[in-house]
C-alpha cells in the first residue's frame, strides 16, 4: 500500500498565480478530506467528500478555493489567485469506514510570494 | 470557536521520563478521540485512540486517560526516547466537530526529548 500520495510536495509561487494540489487517495477508501496546517491555526480542515461527492466545505476559507474529485482515485485543490497568506502546508487524507483511522499524505508546502 | 485546546504548547522531557500532554474538549458528541504524531516533513499518523466508554487505554509505552465528566483526556508517554521527539495532536470526532464526520484537532504539541 503506497499510502496516500500528494504531489507536488513544494511549490513556489507568486501573488496572484493558480496554484493546483493533488491527491491520490488509498485505494478503496470511501472519503477524502483536504487540511491546511498553520503555526498560529494549526491543523484546519477545509472540505471533505464521501464517494466522491462534497459533504461540507464549510472550512474552505474564500471562493478563491475549489476542490474536485472526479473520481474515487483522484482530487485537486485549487487556489486562484493566490495570496501570501495561503502559504501553508496542505495535507490530504482518505479513510475507509467511519470507524477506521484516517491517513494523511505528507503534505504540500505552498509558499506564496 | 476552539474545540479542541492543547496543552502545552511545546515540551521539553528527559530520556526516560514521562510526556504528558493534556487536551478539553466543548463538544459533548464526540464519540470517539484519537492522537496522532507527526514527524518533520510527514504527515499526522494515529498513535492511539479512544471512545469515551472506557477511561484508560493502553497501549506499549502510551497511555490515553479518559475523565468523560470533566471533558478532558491526555496522553502520557512513559519512558520517553528521543524517537518520540515529534509533534502531537489530540482531536474529537463526531457530530458538530469537522464537518460532523472529520476530525477537530488541537493545535499540536511540540515535544523534544533530550537524550
Known amino acids: 500500500d503506497a499510502g496516500v500520495i500528494q504531489s507536488p510536495r513544494h511549490e513556489v509561487t507568486e501573488m496572484g498565480q493558480e496554484v493546483t494540489l493533488r491527491c491520490k487517495p488509498i485505494s478503496g477508501h470511501n472519503s477524502l478530506f483536504w487540511y491546511r496546517q498553520t503555526m498560529m491555526r494549526g491543523l484546519e480542515l477545509l472540505i471533505y467528500?464521501?464517494?466522491?461527492?462534497?459533504?461540507?466545505d464549510s472550512g474552505m476559507p474564500e471562493d478563491r478555493f475549489s476542490a474536485k474529485m472526479p473520481n474515487a482515485s483522484f482530487s485537486t485543490l485549487k487556489i486562484q489567485p493566490s495570496e501570501p497568506r495561503d502559504s501553508a502546508v496542505y495535507f490530504c487524507?482518505?479513510?475507509?469506514?467511519?470507524?477506521?483511522?484516517?491517513?494523511f499524505g505528507n503534505g504540500t508546502r505552498l509558499t506564496v510570494t | 470557536q476552539q474545540q479542541v485546546k492543547q496543552s502545552p504548547q511545546s515540551l521539553i522531557v528527559q530520556k526516560g521520563g514521562i510526556s504528558i500532554i493534556n487536551c478539553a474538549y466543548e463538544?459533548?458528541?464526540?464519540?470517539?478521540f484519537p492522537w496522532y504524531q507527526q514527524f518533520p516533513g510527514k504527515g499526522p499518523a494515529l498513535l492511539i485512540a479512544i471512545r469515551p466508554d472506557v477511561s484508560e487505554k493502553k497501549e506499549g509505552r502510551f497511555t490515553i486517560s479518559f475523565n468523560k465528566s470533566a471533558k478532558q483526556f491526555s496522553l502520557h508517554i512513559m519512558d520517553s526516547q528521543p524517537g518520540d521527539s515529534a509533534t502531537y495532536f489530540c482531536a474529537g470526532r463526531g457530530v458538530g466537530g469537522g464537518g460532523a464526520d472529520g476530525l477537530t484537532f488541537g493545535k499540536g504539541t511540540h515535544l523534544i526529548i533530550q537524550p
Open positions: 467528500f464521501n464517494n466522491n461527492v462534497p459533504i461540507d
Open positions: 463538544n459533548t458528541a464526540f464519540d470517539y
Open positions: 487524507a482518505s479513510r475507509g469506514t467511519v470507524n477506521s483511522p484516517l491517513h
